[in-house]
T-cell receptor, first 111, second 113 residues
Framework: GQSLEQPSEVTAVEGAIVQINCTYQ??????LSWYQQHDGGAPTFLSY????GLEETGRFSSFLSRSDSYGYLLLQELQMKDSASYFC????????????FGAGTRLAVHP | GAGVSQSPSNKVTEKGKDVELRCDPI?????LYWYRQSLGQGLEFLIY????????KSGLPSDRFSAERTGGSVSTLTIQRTQQEDSAVYLC???????????FGPGTRLTVL
């Protein structure tokens, strides 16, 4: 089977940098995705890493280390609007036909 | 272009009644997923459709849950004899390829009294 672990909550202040970690266990690996979900909203896609290294998109970056079965989402210059839940996800190694989502990390950004 | 749409946005029903939830995916997206999300929780996979292949029903919690996808487009999730524990937000998502970027609809909030 597969499992993903991420912290349940993270707190930071505006303007700071925060890192949300995700470790996974899967028999096959086809990439790590990140999704953002604001309260009452639908999840939206943030990033996808298939290869090791850092992918940068504006204030957000995502990192993957396949040898460590580990990735993280890095949010810089935090803004209040970044307060949301963040989910990491990996493809189902069994059937490759769905994403398995982590339980989510709730980020609270304070002034 | 239009995103994923779901209807109704809210549904309140009495225990024991049947409900139907509808999802209109993005045109051209062959993959369609249903998830359930309880308040403050993660995404619970329910069922997955890919083209004309048999759906992956491995996430359906009981035989009271069923789903179909007609013409490779619109999907309906049916919950029979609803129970209070079925209360949750039901999210639909579609994607161009199997585990590519998923585009989520706004969800249907189901409340079973």
């Amino acid at each position: 089977g597969q499992s993903l672990e991420q912290p349940s909550e993270v707190t930071a202040v505006e303007g700071a940098i925060v890192q949300i970690n995700c470790t996974y266990q899967t028999s096959g690996f086809y990439g790590l995705s990140w999704y953002q979900q604001h309260d009452g909203g639908a999840p939206t896609f943030l990033s996808y890493n298939a290869l090791d290294g850092l992918e940068e998109t504006g204030r957000f970056s995502s990192f993957l280390s396949r040898s460590d079965s580990y990735g993280y989402l890095l949010l810089q210059e935090l803004q209040m609007k970044d307060s949301a839940s963040y989910f990491c996800a990996v493809p189902d190694s069994g059937g490759y036909n769905k994403l398995i989502f982590g339980a989510g990390t709730r980020l609270a950004v304070h002034p | 272009g239009a995103g994923v749409s779901q209807s109704p946005s809210n549904k309140v029903t009495e225990k024991g009644k049947d409900v139907e939830l509808r999802c209109d995916p993005i045109s051209g997206h062959t993959a369609l997923y249903w998830y359930r999300q309880s308040l403050g929780q993660g995404l619970e996979f329910l069922i997955y459709f890919q083209g004309n292949s048999a759906p992956d029903k491995s996430g359906l919690p009981s035989d009271r849950f069923s789903a179909e996808r007609t013409g490779g487009s619109v999907s309906t999730l049916t919950i029979q004899r609803t129970q209070q524990e079925d209360s949750a937000v039901y999210l639909c998502a579609s994607s161009l390829w199997t585990w590519g970027e998923q585009f989520f609809g706004p969800g249907t909030r189901l409340t079973v009294l």
